[in-house]
């Protein structure tokens, strides 16, 4: 403790040494104080009674992280060197890195300066230690990662073709339904002192109801983030509590039990999962762009033109541009899409999953030179 703050007042001192490690112990506290453990929790009480801080942990309003719930695994990719053939073997070449939907918008959320926490399940073997060892260097906060013993961490192998095009991908992410409410429960302290929790449908669907019933109770703002088709199984059939939902096409007609061929039948669609309690619905469309509600009706923008080297991680650097401006304090969603729609385009132009370049200010200065939204 240097010199100056121990002329503080004993609670004051206390705080600065909160300040300096957010983690410490009473005890710790205790000692370097010279008062008991009882006189330390009095104080602490106090500061969350004057909301100087946010209770265990003794997160400081100014440091509320955006919380990350869902998938963490290694990626795979296999990039056909010609034309894909299916039902023989393709030359190719392989790369592996760190993947997860979650995962993959809290670093993305990191490189751009937020303060982010990831809930995640891995195993407790050398793909699961890499994991979080890799997400706590990029600065993300992984304390309240679940690690299981006797189970493999998650993959994900997606098949590209030459021109770095999806054709198919195939996941092992079954450790993810560990993550069910009564875990989450422990974690509790955590969640309440985010700012904005952003949730993957990695989750089971019980888990994605228990945080909808969190966030219509705390009032923390919860954006879900859809990963397939399959699993739009996951998402409770009411909505109330939730601040935005990311999806693409597919994923919306799945949720409205019709195909959509038309943007009428999307604006459509869009009304129904509002009606079910969605405060707003935002719909990825690839080189298309993005549509998204707002309260004069669908807005449409357009994809900025982008070079194609690797489409895996758009949608994740897409959802963690428009996350990151809910966490700023942004109501528009239009200024948040154009953020996506930027940070997308630069994630496809680069080979890894999270664009290195990224970091703090890359949205600072004037609004990005995009398309104007559009009414739909």
Known sequence: MSPDVTELPKK???????????????QDLATQLGLSRSAVANYIATLVRE????????????????????????????RTLGKLTLGTSNPATQDESFGGVARNIAENLARLGAP?????????????????????????DTRGALRLDGVSSGTYTAILDQDGEMAVALADMALNDRLTPDFLATRQQQRASATLVVA?????????????????????ALVLVAVSEPKMARLPARLDGLRLLILNEGELATRVGHVLDSDAAIDAACADVQRQGAQDVVVTRGARGVLYTSSAGMMRLDAPPVAVVDVTGAGDAFAA?????????????????????????????????????????????????LNEPVLD
């Open 12 to 26: 004051e001192q206390l705080y600065e040494l909160i300040r300096a490690n957010p983690f410490i112990a009473q």
């Open 116 to 140: 982010v926490a990831l809930i995640t399940a891995v195993g407790n073997d050398a793909s699961g230690r890499a994991l979080l060892a890799h997400a706590d260097d990029a600065g993300i």
């Open 200 to 220: 993957d449908m990695n989750l089971p669907l019980d888990t994605i109801a228990a945080l909808l019933d969190d966030a219509a109770r705390d009032g923390v």
């Open 321 to 369: 541009a428009v996350c990151w401006s809910l966490h700023s304090g942004e109501a528009d969603l239009a200024l948040a899409c154009r953020r996506g729609l930027q940070l997308s385009a630069m994630t496809i132009e680069c080979a890894q999953t999270v664009c290195p370049r990224l970091e703090p200010g890359h949205f600072d200065g004037p609004a990005h030179q």
């Open 51 to 78: 909301r100087r801080i946010l209770g265990r942990a003794y997160v400081l309003p100014d440091q509320r992280p955006i919380l990350c719930i869902g998938a963490s695994n290694l990626d795979r990719k296999l």
